[in-house]
């Protein structure tokens, strides 16, 4: 057995690190099976050479974070664990110094992970940006996060946020009311993420005085926007014709965000996705950046990383049985 023991000199980053019922630590415990124990200000890691040397970089790595004003989580334990895995803890430190802005309530919006933090420098540094990965990587809601901190500075005098009006397995039609009404389930999450950060009040505002628009793509056709930053969300749902459409609807001082799952394409069977074509059409183009997230980028419960890596798995089974077949 190999010991190692850490230095922690504040007591309330001690606290900070085992969180509440030591579950931070236990964690790591698990994770590496070694057992850590508190002797006043120092730990004492016990356990194979390999897995000790592992959950104390993770420890360093985490009391970094705390260092750097973080509270843990049980998400960014795991998100530390799995840079250990890949020997880019030290990383993690250029995430936490990072805010984009503060929402209604106060609370600082920032990047979780390397993958996050990619993308909202490529969307600062980029007039169109593509953002392309599962459910849970805060594609739309750091785009939104973008978007006000553009306007807030006024570096944009709007903000327009659309999606495609496509059903999810379900009939537009059979929803109650008048258009509007049919589309606004559509547009929801784009409103949450605004109404979260510029309160109710500050949104209504702003939307009666035009600096705002959430709006079906299908609104856009024959305009040029200007001074706005243009989110296109749930992108995998169109078509190429709607993509190129929307694309071209590019004006001066404008940025443009795109995102979308391109697992997760509702068009009709044989339908071709305009998010899929684009990436390819767009590569390589100077001022146009593409972001690819993957399940470590993951910031909802960790069940739905296991979900996604599942899927994954499936996809693979099936495209190896047609490989087979086919050669067969």
């Not at 305009?274 to 470590?296: H, P, S, Y």
Request: net charge neutral; aromatic share 6%.
């Amino acid at each position: 057995m190999f010991e190692q023991t850490i230095n922690i000199d504040r007591m309330e980053h001690a606290v900070a690190l085992f969180g509440s019922f030591d579950e931070n630590i236990k964690l790591i415990e698990n994770e590496y099976g070694v057992t850590i124990l508190s002797r006043g200000s120092d730990l004492k890691l016990t356990g194979e050479p390999e897995n000790v040397g592992r959950a104390a970089r993770a420890i360093g790595a985490l009391l970094a974070m705390i260092n750097k004003g973080e509270s843990l989580t049980d998400q960014s334990v795991r998100y530390v664990i799995s840079l250990v895995k890949d020997g880019c803890e030290d990383k993690i430190t250029s995430i936490a110094s990072d805010c984009i802005c503060i929402t209604a309530k106060g609370k600082p919006i920032k990047p979780k992970t390397l993958g996050q933090k990619r993308y909202v420098e490529a969307i600062e540094h980029n007039t169109i940006t593509l953002g392309i990965g599962p459910a849970g990587t805060g594609k739309t809601y750091l785009a939104v996060a973008m978007a006000v901190n553009a306007f807030r500075a006024r570096s944009v005098n709007r903000i327009i946020l659309t999606r495609p009006a496509v059903e999810a397995g379900e009939k537009l039609g059979f929803l109650p009311g008048d258009l509007q009404s049919k589309v606004d389930p559509y547009l929801r999450p784009l409103y949450d993420a605004l109404f979260d950060m510029l309160g109710a009040e500050t949104y209504q505002k702003y939307l009666e005085r035009g600096n705002i628009e959430v709006a079906p793509l299908a609104y856009m056709r024959g305009r040029t926007l200007d001074d706005s930053f243009i989110i296109l969300d749930e992108a995998q749902n169109t078509t190429p014709e709607q993509m190129k459409m929307f694309l071209t609807r590019l004006g001066f001082n404008s940025k443009i965000v795109v995102t979308g799952d391109i697992t997760q394409v509702d068009l009709g069977e044989g339908k071709r996705s305009g998010l899929v074509e684009v990436m390819r059409i767009l590569k390589g183009i100077d001022d146009i950046a593409i972001c690819q997230f993957n399940e470590k980028d993951v910031v909802r419960h960790k069940l739905v990383q296991e979900i996604i890596k599942a899927y994954e798995r499936a996809n693979e089974r099936r495209e190896e049985a047609k490989r087979r077949s086919s050669h067969g």
